[in-house]
């Protein structure tokens, strides 16, 4: 009975440790249209090959949210399928756009290790590199996760904790290097505001409201491959529930500031995310932003922007804390400047 | 708060203003995959590239009704958002065949106004052209919406109704250039019913029964990037339902009709155009067709069915009215010829 | 009202009769993504194009039971539309990859005929052959299963049965020929174990639990053009339930045995399968395995293994009986060897 496994515990984790994660997985123009059914997004960027073109890429790229949960997917079976919460990301760039038939694959590296004075739990600290078939890094992130241990009576390691910057600084953004926006179509992008028009301090409720199904959160995690029992099986949790995968609530969120950030789709790097409360399925995800700091890149311009996800509560208030909000993220995102 | 859009009201429109619909949409088999999964359709023509190929075309072209969809969803932010109730199509025509890799984008002429006696709404008609990466047209309709007014003190300006034709023209149907049905395989498409086997008057009922769930309507209607709020949102309505996007309905009753019509797969023209009550999903769509015309287009046939969508009810009496009856769909198909 | 078809009834099907199924179906990444989202397999064979590419294969190919669920559906129409159940399967080899792009038909051969002594059912045996674009055939099974008279007064034939092998021998299974383990990544295929690391007699519970909801079963059964009423209309039953698709049940519990099994993905052939109990949607799998023979194919090894599938029950007391047991499927799969 000892082939299939339940997962790394925290004992089971070494400063250092590089972790290959199993089952590479070739992206394809049916993930984009599954990732368009589950999030309705309309940033012309990722759903237009000929709008790609205009700015100089090969063909529309795979939102780097959908590259982004491809990755992290691959990681749960190895680094949390024991985990009690989720904490933190930091340092999550984005490297190189990824394309349709493009391979990823994923590393992760131990990098922090420290047991929580109940001696029950401990925290891992992993950087997470995404890599395409020509092994080129497309997307690298730290991520901190609370895991069960074994037991108590396991001697932990001593503590090493990872300086993470704060936010990526906008020197570190990485724009896909073909990218040119001198051909932008502003029509056909569905916004007129461009960098200049955004400034720091500004809020933007983004009006719309969306329902995420059981259905929906469960074809979204296997579709990342995904293997978190509290995502499939309700004898996972006590309470009988199924709870949705965070990566859910962060795509159809962002899908939602479309209105009122059509030109600001190409997420380029996140500083920090949170799910501030569990997510269950059939309630209506709404949102609102501010721009925390506006950063020119030279072939465009950047917005910080900090997104907050709320359940069951229209944003017209812009709420921060409490029981309806359930995602707060910190992000920079490409957005063409008027000179451009 | 102002850069997010709540859609036009019935005071933004002007007679004659063009309005080009945002986000461009490269169309894949990915789509046709999740359309098949969504409506289960068996026409052979939009299921297998050979068969296609058999034909003359390059390959399996997209269901028309999909490229409708895709089509309307980019009208909606724009048309009617606002819309508190649709009224109808005329003059919808399929132009030109669309294959996986083509990207569709789509225009609107307002082409009649007017208000309604109560000043707080007012019908808009509009022409939407769907094109593809050639700027070839591959769809064109005129549909018209009951939009709100933004108040009643709001001038309108005077009423321009349009003339629309009551049917398309036989001689107004057009066929892929390259369509040839000589090789039509009788075995493969599924019937043996032609042309000639179809006279005015005559009544099919399609037999199957299909449910809809709240998650496949949503699934479809992400996929299409129609943003209407009332699909996804139940703060949009007062009774916290969501109404499922009636292009669901007519997808699911036109793949219904698959039994009986087996050979007229491919929508040519939809004359006219009715949602009779709303559908909620959960349950059981049944159809049943009436033979209203044929014609003889040379290179094939064209039959002129009025399909009927029924809800929980099955369609051995053919209802056409009652509060069971859902769709009323008034459409042009071709279909091969003994001769051909 | 004539031209829409119930489907065939006992008295309609002859020994030595084939039936050409209609319509063909082009299978693309779409599906593959689709399958990806509906079962959330890991086995990196069918997830990676490089990783098969690796084996000597030109891309992933489609795992074979979403090349056995479209086949299968195919038939549905033509042979099980009056089904009372579906009582067995036989001598099912899969012959060749199918990859995306390929093109699916499906013939199948009335091989066998018994009335019940009800007199108001019978029992259909077809073999059923799918082929490719080209003409190849890719899987060949024996199916039987109980169909309902038009009526106890009609004359039934005489009766014959089949001779079926009890088990696919393993010198009758088919390897893809371009198919070579020598390359074969341990790392990213996710397990360690290989053909010599397990023994017949040998258990695994695979641990894991899936929760299959009503509309990932109709989408998935959509998605193969199965049209069986019972699993989209709930008028088709006397309890007004939804059935879920046998195969449905099928790929979700291969889909668990990933953990325990990573390298046996390929399936080869099935011996016998028994739906043991009717699954509905909502409750949650999980399946157990044990090795019933291991057999030395030269390129690589084959294991012999009898997975049950059970429901609302985790499987770490390994039942096989009961009203828990949805699933008891016979089956070989290929799995590299030490040497290979």
New interface residues.
């Given amino acids: 009975?000892s082939?299939?496994?339940?997962g790394r515990f925290f004992e089971d984790f070494r400063i250092g440790q590089a972790i290959?994660h199993?089952?590479?997985?070739?992206v394809?123009?049916?993930?984009?249209?599954?990732y368009?059914?589950?999030?309705?997004?309309?940033?012309?960027l990722f759903?237009?090959?000929?709008?790609a073109r205009g700015l100089g890429l090969p063909a529309?790229p795979l939102d780097p949210l959908l590259v982004f949960h491809v990755v992290f997917g691959k990681t749960v079976?190895d680094i949390s399928l024991n985990a009690v919460a989720n904490l933190g990301y930091a340092e999550w760039r984005h490297l190189a756009p990824v394309y349709?038939?493009d391979?990823l694959?994923a590393v992760s590296e131990v990098i922090g290790l420290k047991e929580n004075s109940n001696r029950m739990t401990g925290v891992v600290y992993v950087r997470t590199t995404g890599t395409n078939?020509r092994g080129e890094a497309v997307l690298s992130y730290v991520r901190w996760v609370m895991v069960r241990k074994r037991g108590a009576a396991h001697t932990a390691p001593e503590a090493v904790l990872p300086a993470t910057a704060a936010a990526v600084a906008a020197a570190d953004l990485v724009l896909p290097h073909e990218l040119n926006f001198a051909g932008y179509d502003l029509?056909?992008?569905?916004?007129q505001?461009l960098f200049e028009?955004y400034a720091a301090g500004e809020?933007?409720?983004?009006?719309?409201?969306?329902?995420v199904?059981?259905?929906?959160a469960?074809?979204?995690?296997?579709?990342y491959?995904n293997?978190a029992?509290v995502h499939?099986?309700?004898?996972?949790r006590e309470d009988g529930r199924?709870l949705v995968y965070g990566g859910v609530v962060m795509s159809t969120v962002r899908a939602l500031t479309f209105?009122?950030?059509?030109n600001a789709g190409l997420l380029l790097a996140v500083n920090a995310g949170r799910h501030v409360n569990p997510y269950f399925a059939g309630r209506?995800l709404f949102a609102w932003s501010e721009v925390l700091e506006t950063a020119d890149l030279g072939a465009c311009g950047a917005l910080r922007l900090r997104t907050i996800g709320t359940v069951?509560h229209?944003c017209i208030d812009c709420p921060s804390e409490g029981p309806q909000v359930v995602l707060d993220l910190d992000y920079w995102a490409a957005i063409p400047k008027r000179a451009s």
């Fill in positions: 009975m082939k299939a496994t339940g290959v199993p089952t590479p997985r070739t394809t123009a049916g993930d984009a249209a599954l368009q059914a589950l999030y309705g997004g309309r940033f012309a759903s237009s090959d000929e709008f529309a079976p349709g038939g391979t694959s078939q029509a056909l992008a569905g916004g505001a028009d809020r933007i409720d983004h009006l719309d409201g969306m329902t199904e059981e259905t929906e469960q074809m979204a995690t296997r579709l491959q293997t029992r499939f099986n309700p004898f996972a199924r209105n009122g950030l059509e209506t069951d229209p």
